[in-house]
Structures are given as C-alpha cells and as structure tokens.
C-alpha cells in the first residue's frame, strides 16, 4: 500500500474532506543579541511557535466519496465564524487543537463542478494554560522586587545625570525614569493579581510575564542613569527581575507531567518516532510541541526525542 493511502483522513470539527495540497509550518521565537565590536551575536531561544496548516480543498461534487462536500464547506465556514478551536487530523502527523483563521471560496467559471477553497489553521494551545495544567508557585515570582523598589524609591539626582547642569531639569529625567518602573511594577502587579488561592495561574501568566521581561530590558535599554557607577544595584536587581519573569513565563508554558528522553533507533518521521514512544503514532503532535524538529517527517537516527513519561515503546 502507497504512502498517501496509509494516511489518516485530514478533517475538521469531524468533518470530512478531501484536499489538494497542505503545508504544516513551524518555527521558533528567537532574539539575536547583538555586541558592539564582536562578529556575529547570540541566538537567545524562545521557545516553538504555534504550528500553522494551510489546506487547498477541490469541493466539487464529482467526488463520489463526499456526496454532500459542498454541504460540509457551508458547515466549515460557520465554524470558522464562530472562532472556536476543534480538533484538525492532519494525515501524516496526528490530532492537534485548531482554529481555523483565514478561509476562502475560489470559482471559476471553466469548473462548472464545484470550486476551491483553502482554509488556515493555527494550533490552539488555550487548554496548556488552564490553571490545572501549570504547576509555577506565586512564592517563585520574584526574588527581587521588594529590592528593586527600595532602590528605585530611594534614588536622587546626585550623580545619576553628570552631563545636566540644571537640577530641575535633573529632577524631570529622574521622574520620567520613575514612570518606566512604575508601569513595571504596575505589570507585575497585575501579574500577581491572577494567582488563585492554591498558587495555580490563569491563562495569562505567560503573556503578562514576557510583557514584564520586555519592560525590564527596555528599561534597562533607554534609561540613562542606569549608566552610573552608582546605579549598579538597581541595575543588578533589574536583571534580576528580567531573569524571573522570563523563567516565569518558561514555566507557565510546561504541563504539569514528568519528562524523558528517548533516542530514535532509526531515521523515520515524527508519527514513527511517536509510535516508537506510545505505541500511537496520533501522538505525534505531542512530541511537535515539545521538539524542535529541523524536519518533522526526516528525523535522524541517534536525536534524542524529549516525551511526556508513559510512553510504552521507550522504556
């Protein structure tokens, strides 16, 4: 039996489909940190963005498999409508949780059958973050806070500006800087504020927690003060609370499961590697959430393939 045959049935919501074509596209977040005078820079890795599906559809009624095809494209379109995610089966991975965000309808006149239409789905990872799923503890926020705002609370204008003459012109930049780690404060408030009683998170902690990490850093970029010999433990314990909101948001994105490593046996797609770990290989997707695979369907001999335990196959 061919490949193509031996795949599962693409469908949306249920729903039943043929196609011409689908593209699965992955990536990674990443920051190059760039140094004056030094050739090349550091990547710094942000983790896996969401998969992106993009499905070409020949809806057309000589199909004789799909007798109610054009049927099943009006449904698909309310459901795009409603903005809710459903599960999408990709045939040569597995199940994963997608929105569909963009469709489109394409007649022709010369097609007097039917017309095309192409449909993109985005992975939907809502589920990951629900306050069950995520195991960080509101005494691991911050080590560093109550510092940061004795120093900043404490600071004058004495030295921190060598360059302004006036002092009230002094005492403005001062302020203005001030503002900068009020609205950080303000966001880690707000952070904080979504603890529940058992110190689980909501949803929002990832997000709120990289907002606060790119405060820091952009505190740390534009303020000028920061410069003097004298701000250097502000700008330590700035640091510091860069470094916790960014593991916070590290950690707000794992489940709580236990993992391990398992180290393919023999070059084979990621559904192989998954059937290899689980004994199913609709599972797949699990395994895409938690590589970074160059080639999702040509995976080495030798990759050590990091898994959810209970995996049967990798013992």
Not at 45 to 52: D, S
């Amino acid at each position: 039996m061919a490949y193509f045959d031996r795949l599962l049935q693409l469908s949306f919501a249920g729903f039943a489909f043929p196609t011409r074509s689908l593209s699965l596209k992955g990536s990674l977040r990443h920051h190059v940190h760039e140094y004056p005078y030094a050739p090349g820079g550091a990547v710094e890795r942000l983790g896996r963005k969401l998969y992106e599906v993009k499905v070409s559809v020949p809806a057309h009624e000589t199909f004789r498999k799909y007798p109610l095809l054009l049927e099943t494209m009006a449904s698909l379109r309310t459901l795009a409508e409603g903005g809710q995610p459903w599960d999408l089966v990709i045939p040569h991975i597995g199940t994963m949780s997608a929105t569909c965000i963009e469709w489109q309808d394409d007649l022709v006149a010369k097609a007097r059958s039917g017309y095309d239409v192409s449909f993109t789905f985005l992975e939907d990872q809502s589920q990951q973050f629900l306050a069950d799923k995520l195991v960080t503890t509101s005494t691991q926020i911050l080590t560093s806070l109550d510092t940061l705002k004795l120093i900043v609370a404490t600071r004058s204008t004495a030295g921190l500006f060598p360059d302004v003459t006036d002092p009230a012109a002094a005492d403005k930049l001062l302020l203005a800087e001030e503002v900068q780690f009020d609205g950080l404060f303000a966001l880690i408030a707000d952070l904080q504020a979504v603890a529940s009683g058992d110190d689980l998170y909501t949803a929002t902690v990832a997000q709120k927690a990289e907002l606060a990490a790119e405060r820091c850093r952009t505190i740390s970029a534009t303020c000028r003060s920061l410069n003097q010999p004298q701000s250097y433990a502000l700008l330590d314990a700035l640091g510091e609370t860069w470094a916790s909101m960014r593991t916070l948001a590290h950690d707000a994105q794992e489940r709580d499961q236990p993992t391990d490593t398992y180290i393919t046996q023999a070059r084979g797609t990621v559904a192989q590697v998954a059937a290899a770990v689980y004994g199913d290989s609709a599972r797949a997707v699990e395994l895409l959430k938690m590589n970074a695979f160059p080639d999702a369907l040509d995976i080495p001999q030798g990759t050590a393939v990091v898994y959810y335990v209970g995996g049967v196959g990798a013992a």
